[in-house]
């Protein structure tokens, strides 16, 4: 089975962008300022790909940090965007080739991303890929995000295109529940921290290891 799609669409942060050790990094260093624990590996990857408002939650829940979540999640977006992001996040080396192929065939191509409005122009920019893209939906560009459907509709209704014609690609179960209720077809990429059998829960259309992979699934 090969695609017959127009627009593509991809997640950001684990998909084309690698940021796990920068938020890893971060919380731990914003955590120990304020003479909390570190948290492990595997409890600051659980919050990969939430809202900026839900990680602050969770963290100050988890922790009980004697700090607003609104609070939180101001210091931790700042420090995100201005330093640990351009200091430690890199784009994956699979993605630039792709999109750079994807948009020599024509394809319009869109980025649907929990990532917050503030935040998202940053990413695009800092990695030197926001030519690429006909639109960008953030967290703040949709009632609800991700794994709700509505970023997704968005994204599609911006590029006039309709949900059939389109595939959402993402390093997560979000990503592809996301899709399969906005009516696209999904493709989930694995990456280092999502196993494959919580993606295969989500039953994407495909699963890939790289994403130069879908250069071959789409006609």
Same mark, same amino acid.
């Given at each position: 089975?090969?695609?017959?799609?127009?627009? +593509?669409?991809?997640?950001?942060?684990?998909?084309?962008? =690698?940021?796990?050790?920068?938020?890893?990094?971060?919380?731990?260093?914003?955590?120990?300022?304020?003479?909390?624990?570190?948290?492990?590996?595997?409890?600051?990857?659980?919050?990969?790909?939430?809202?900026?408002?839900?990680?602050?939650?969770?963290?100050?829940?988890?922790?009980?940090?004697?700090?607003?979540?609104?609070?939180?999640?101001? #210091?931790?977006?700042?420090?995100?965007?201005?330093?640990?992001?351009?200091?430690?996040?890199?784009?994956?080396?699979?993605?630039?080739?792709?999109?750079?192929?994807?948009?020599?065939?024509?394809?319009?191509?869109?980025?649907?991303?929990?990532?917050?409005?503030?935040?998202?122009?940053?990413?695009?920019?800092?990695?030197?890929?926001?030519?690429?893209?006909?639109?960008? +939906?953030?967290?703040?560009?949709?009632?609800?995000?991700?794994?709700?459907?509505?970023?997704? #509709?968005?994204?599609? =209704?911006?590029?006039?295109?309709?949900?059939?014609?389109?595939?959402?690609?993402?390093?997560?179960?979000?990503?592809?529940?996301?899709?399969?209720?906005?009516?696209?077809?999904?493709?989930?990429?694995?990456?280092?921290?999502?196993?494959?059998?919580?993606? =295969?829960?989500?039953?994407?259309?495909?699963?890939?290891?790289?994403?130069?992979? #879908?250069?071959?699934?789409?006609?």
């Amino acid at each position: 089975m090969r695609l017959k799609v127009r627009a +593509v669409l991809f997640d950001l942060d684990g998909t084309l962008v =690698e940021t796990f050790e920068a938020f890893h990094i971060m919380v731990n260093d914003i955590l120990r300022r304020f003479n909390m624990p570190e948290r492990s590996f595997s409890e600051n990857a659980r919050l990969v790909g939430k809202t900026s408002r839900t990680i602050a939650e969770t963290i100050a829940k988890e922790t009980g940090l004697n700090m607003s979540s609104e609070e939180l999640s101001t #210091i931790m977006v700042g420090e995100w965007i201005y330093t640990y992001m351009p200091r430690y996040g890199k784009l994956y080396p699979d993605a630039l080739e792709t999109l750079r192929e994807l948009k020599k065939r024509g394809y319009l191509l869109g980025v649907v991303s929990n990532t917050s409005r503030d935040e998202l122009p940053n990413y695009l920019n800092i990695f030197r890929i926001r030519g690429f893209f006909d639109v960008t +939906v953030s967290a703040g560009d949709s009632e609800k995000p991700k794994p709700a459907p509505d970023p997704v #509709i968005k994204a599609v =209704e911006t590029l006039g295109v309709k949900p059939e014609e389109a595939v959402m690609i993402g390093d997560r179960p979000e990503d592809v529940e996301a899709g399969k209720a906005a009516g696209v077809y999904t493709i989930a990429v694995l990456r280092s921290i999502r196993p494959r059998a919580e993606l =295969e829960t989500a039953q994407p259309d495909f699963i890939i290891t790289s994403l130069s992979e #879908i250069l071959t699934l789409l006609k």
